[in-house]
């Protein structure tokens, strides 16, 4: 994966931030991404490139537990979610949805907003290009590729 990173160096971005609720009456992920992290920064859709990646603090999905957060970043064309930590559910939202989501501490010190990506899931490394540095992050286990390669885990299962 290859994309320009957008930063958010705060911590405990919750998931009414990452899509408010008032947006939940909707389930088509490209209608969601309208309104992707609208809360946070108004024009973060206009900035977005297909394939760009947010880069965020600790605690990335902390809050209620939904779905439609996974679903509005990637029909926002979000390539996938870098944080320091993750909260659990989010992170599971994203496993569940065959959405990658990439923990990496240090990742916030050594990424800046506007950096070019490229991320090597299989080898757990994030080459800063801009940079010219190799981040490294622990690979995800068997079976979250396995979900991942499926389509999601209602396609894993149905397999």
Known sequence: MKGKAHVFTRAHINTDEIIPARHLVIDDEAELAKFAMEDIDADFVNKMTPGDIIVAGEDFG?????????????????SCVIAETFARI????????????????????????????????AAGSIKNL??????????????????????????SIKE
């Open 62 to 78: 902390c809050g209620s537990s939904r779905e439609h957060a996974v679903w509005a970043l990637r029909g926002a064309g979000v």
């Open 90 to 121: 989010y992170y599971r939202n994203s496993v569940n949805n065959g959405y990658p989501a990439i923990e990496c501490s240090g990742a916030i010190g050594k990424i800046d907003d506007g950096d070019e990506l490229d991320i090597n899931i």
């Open 130 to 155: 801009t940079k010219g540095t190799d981040i490294p992050f622990v690979p995800f286990p068997e079976f979250v590729v396995a979900i991942a390669n499926a389509g999601g885990l209602l396609e």
